[in-house]
């Protein structure tokens, strides 16, 4: 099992706070080397039963005085294991990466991820989040896929979990993305082939990301006589409709 500790507070001598805990578990300043008190347990985890509030390891005399005899408060330890926390989330992610047929590879990576964070709320949301950026880091497309979810919670969440992680998503990969599009309305592989060759074209304005990615698809199918909405494109990419017509404008005051 893996203990992560976390110690919580402020060397009264000193007013370090580098805090550490010592072979015998008691709390200690690593600046002034003051021994400081038991360590309680606490977090999210830990408070939530009286019970948690004991120390997690060696004495339990709370109400401790340092070396000198000064009266100390009770120093806080935020205790974080991993697999209490992320049991539940795990669970969910394997549930999830069934239901939406997800590859493996999805599912290992998004327990990877949670297992870069240190409390998870809103386990159904969580997973839903690290599933999204798993895939987008094996470069299995499936935004789409994550159409149930109220898009604009997920996006926070997905926002959030990056953060946290210390990770960043890459966008998804184009030749998918237009053969998605492509397929959902039922164009000719034609399309996929203009599309990737404005998407280049427009890279030194737009980038490469996804909603350049949406905007070569909807210039080269305009272009070959198809009619297509942004709101239909956004919909079967699960994509903001405005960052689209954003783009769209973008690229018209390009041209001009
Ligand atoms: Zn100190």
Redesign the pocket.
Known sequence: MSVQIDIVGR??????ERLALNSEYMVV??????VLGGAVASGAYATRRDDDHAPIFGSTLFDWHDIRGLVVPKYKVYEMLNRRVSSGVETEIDKLASLLSLPKACSSTAKWIVMRIRYVRDVELTAAAALFISCRIVKTYADFKFKGFDAEKLRRKIVLLQKLAKLSMPPPPPVQVIHHLVSEFKLGPEVVRDSLDILEVLSPILGRGKIAQLVAFILAARARGHKIDVRAVADASWSQPDLIVDALKTVARAVK
């Open positions: 060397c009264p001598v000193c007013g370090g300043c690593t600046s002034c080397g003051t």
